[in-house]
Each structure stands twice: as structure tokens, then as C-alpha cells.
């Protein structure tokens, strides 16, 4: 992945972005919510729907990777996982000397009797 900012490489046209994304939004809104069956709508206007929603992807999957993985942007899918088991797993940890002092509270102050 290039180091460019999104706007420079996903979004050309802000004005024309926003519009097509919140267009996008209405039509949604019209075919899970309304009645879609009398609905028409133009086969470059849904292009233009897709175009923007799929620069919106690129352009949020480049910024969580500039925010989450600092040090490069080229991991591979196996690498991602294995960071991601080894963060839970610290995490994990974390959480069960948290819930194991929580509980230990309790039964000592005589919330919980086993």
C-alpha cells in the first residue's frame, strides 16, 4: 500500500463523494424500508453509488492500517492473525486476573457463598 493520504488516492471529488454516499444511504433506506418494487433508479446513478461507497472502504481500511499497524502496511493475512492471537491472548490474561480479583472480592466480602 502506497504511503499517500486517502483523499489523494481514493477521493477525487469530495462534493461528488459525499453526495453518491448519502444517495447510497437513501436508496438503502428506500429498498429495506420502503417500497422498492416502484422505485427507478438510473444504472450510472448506482455505479456512481458503488464508486463511493468502495472509495469509503479504501479509504477507512488505509486508515486503520496507518492507525493500527504503524511500523509497515504490507502484513500478510497469516501474519495479521498471528498479531491478533497474540494481542487477545495478553488481553485474555489481563481480563481473567481482573475477573479472578472480582471474584475473589465477592466471595470474601460475603456477596458470594459457594
Known sequence: MENQRPNEKFITDWDSFYKHLE???????IFCHEKADISVVDY???????????????ATNYLMYQKLLKERDDYTQAE???MSIE??????????KIEE?????LFFSGFLNF
Not at 444517495?23 to 433506506?29: D, K, M, N, V
Not at 480479583?101 to 472480592?105: F, K
Request: hydrophobic share 35%.
Open 80 to 82: 495479521l492473525t498471528e
Open 87 to 96: 494481542k487477545f491472548k495478553v488481553e485474555n490474561s489481563k481480563l481473567k
Open 44 to 58: 450510472n446513478e448506482i455505479g456512481n453509488c458503488l464508486e463511493a461507497t468502495a472509495n469509503l472502504i479504501e
Open 101 to 105: 480479583g472480582a471474584l475473589n472480592y
Open 23 to 29: 444517495r447510497t444511504f437513501e436508496l438503502r433506506h
